[in-house]
Structures are given as C-alpha cells and as structure tokens.
C-alpha cells in the first residue's frame, strides 16, 4: 500500500494515499498534518497500517462518538484519574448521545447550538461550560490531524455562562460548635480541614510520615475513579506541594489520634494492614473521600451550618483574610495554583481595601 506525502507550508504536510470504493475502483483520499515531516510521515505509516489490517476509517466517515471515544483513550496516560473519569462521564453520558452518529466533519457549530439551547434549562451553565470546553478541546486535536478543517465550538455565540457562587466569611466563634457535631476520626478529621484548608484527597491520602513536630507536609492525595482508590505520590501542581504550620491544639489531637491508631492495630492484630494511613478504617485502609463527604453531608443536615465538607476550605481561607493574614501567604497555605485564583474567589472578602486606597491618595491634591 503506497502513499504520498507534500509539503504544503512551513508546518504542514499533506498526505495522500488510495482506498478501494464501490466497484473496485480506487479513490484518493487526503489529510494534512501540521509539525514536521517526522510527524507526517508517522501519521501515513499509521493510516497504511489500519489499511493493511482492515481497522481503517475512512476520514469523511468517521463518526463523532468513534472520535471522541477514541480521542479520549489516547489521553488517558496524560490525563489525572479524576480528569479522565469526569471527561469519560460526560463524553458517554452527554456528548456521544448528542453528536455521536454524525459524521465529524459534518459537525456544526448550529448543532452544538441547539444543543446548549436545549439543556440550558435543566443543566447549570457552569456544566454545559464543561461540556463546551470538552469538545472544543477534543475538536482542537482533531484540526491539528486534519480531521476537520475548524473547530466549529469557537463558532458558538450562546457559550453558556458560569455564575461563579460568592464565597460568604465563616465567622471563627462557630469554629468549635461545628466541630463538636461529631466525634472520634471524623471530629478530627473536620478540625483538620477548617484548621489547615487541606482538600479532601489530601486528609484521606496523609500518611504519618508526613507528619512533623508541629507541620504537616502535603505530597500525597487520595482519589477515588470508577477503577477504584488511587493514591498520587505527587500533588495536582508544584503548589499544592506544600508544608502547612499546624495549630498547637491540631498536633496534640493528632497524637491522640496516634495513640489511639496504635491500640486499634492491637486489637485488630493481623488483620490490619498498616500502610501508614493518618485516617484508616478498622482494617488500616484510607476512609474513602466519598465517605468523608457523605458523613459530613448526614451530621450537618438539618443545623444552622448549611455547609459540604468542601466549604471547609473556604471557611478557612475566609477567616485568614478576616485576620488579616497577607493574601500571598494564604495562597501557598492553601495551595492554589497562582494568587489569582485566590483573588478571583475570596477578593470580595479583603477588608476595608478600597477604603485604604482612599486613605493612600488622601491630601495629594488641593481643590
């Protein structure tokens, strides 16, 4: 099986090569591939390939769920397991039952219309957003290959809008009512979370031996994907690496906690395998996050505390920024990405901020 390969640009090359049609005849086909010659020639000795061993899709046939589906299987080695689950969860559930028989190049920006038009009622905006963000990724890759020759989701107008929710201050003096809600690990393991503003998979995937003499280290996180448990030896980015300084009363809690841990592996004797877990079940497994979430959910119900474990992490940064810690400070503590993020989502809460910008430019000008 021959093919041809020209250059079409300084980064593009188009590939040519015959397939069998009705009849018997043969018939050109064609793709360009944008990087270097290295790349073209790879993609040709691929789709040689698939015509040799009969898993060959012709380009102007090939369907949008075969696409996407496939698109997505590439991308699992590069994708973190919470990602790839949420991607394959709202490609099979949404987007294949959508798009999923029509031919991908004939995919257009007036379908995906009608689309976020039809669900914007019975799904938030910030959903379609992510189903948006989705196919316009996944679309992306196919332009590169030269699949399609544009992405049609930048053609949208009715992108739909996220309505980010206002963070609102948690006032440090209900600190403890909350927390004496529960009892045994999980009365810890909520002090933890409004204490330090850890996120969830890092509680349930802290291990002791990054508990120190008054500072936990976060280098591990916990996952919970349709395939099961998955513990990251890495955190998500470089900041959520991070060391947090611990409360005098947190530390004294943790080692009873400790102590307590140590009795119950006694008891439990061989059956308990240890692998150093902080928060382990009777067995010495990690309490999966869902858990964590659900045993908050079920003591908060019905209180003045209309809170999800999540909303700990903002009651924590929000009491920071009442106490006036640097804003820079409470980023690295909490482990956002960039001070943006913290900015974008507790800048409301600054206090008295626009008033000192007042005072700075007070008396510079004499009218």
């Not at 963070?167 to 690990?185: H, M, P, S, W, Y």
């Not at 980015?237 to 409360?247: A, Q």
Request: net charge positive; hydrophobic share 35%; proline share 2%.
């Amino acid at each position: 099986m021959n093919g041809n390969i020209r250059k079409r640009g300084e980064k593009s090359w188009q590939l040519t090569w015959d397939v069998k049609v009705l009849g018997g005849k043969r018939k050109q086909r064609y793709l360009t591939v944008r990087g270097n010659k290295k790349d073209a020639q790879k993609k040709l000795r691929e789709v040689l390939g698939s015509l040799d061993s009969g898993t060959y899709v012709d380009p102007s046939k090939r369907k949008t769920g075969e696409y996407l589906k496939s698109w997505l299987a590439n991308r699992k080695h590069k994708l973190s397991p919470t990602t790839y689950d949420s991607y394959r969860a709202n490609i099979e559930a949404h987007l294949v039952p959508a798009f999923g028989e029509i031919r991908l190049q004939q995919l257009s920006w007036e379908t995906i219309e009608q689309y976020v038009e039809e669900r914007s009622d019975r799904l938030s905006g910030q959903t379609l957003s992510h189903h948006m963000r989705l196919l316009s990724r996944a679309l992306k890759d196919a332009v590169k290959k030269g699949y399609v020759t544009r992405n049609v989701v930048e053609l949208v107008d009715n992108t739909p809008k996220i309505k980010r929710k206002r963070i609102e201050a948690f006032d440090a003096n209900n600190n403890q009512r909350l927390v004496d809600l529960f009892d045994g690990v999980m009365k810890t393991i909520v002090a933890l979370a409004l204490t330090t503003g850890m996120r969830r998979g890092e509680i349930t995937g802290l291990k002791w031996d990054a508990v120190g003499d008054g500072v936990l280290e976060i280098k591990r996180a916990l996952t919970q994907t349709r395939e099961g448990l998955i513990l990251r030896d890495e955190p998500k980015t470089d900041e959520s690496f991070r060391k947090i300084t611990l409360t005098k009363v947190m530390m004294k809690a943790l080692l009873r906690h400790r102590a307590s841990q140590a009795q119950e592996k006694l008891v439990a004797g061989n059956s308990y395998r240890d692998e150093g877990y902080v928060f382990a079940s009777y067995d010495g497994q990690p309490i999966k996050p869902a858990q964590v979430t659900h045993m908050f959910s079920e003591k908060v119900k019905g209180t003045e505390f209309h809170l999800t474990f999540h909303g700990l992490r903002h009651c924590h940064v929000s009491q920071l920024i009442a106490a006036n810690v640097n804003i820079k400070t409470i980023q690295k503590r909490v482990g956002h990405s960039n001070i943006k993020t913290t900015l974008d989502t507790y800048g409301h809460l600054l206090p008295g901020m626009d008033e000192a910008a007042a005072e700075a430019i007070e008396g510079t000008i004499s009218l």
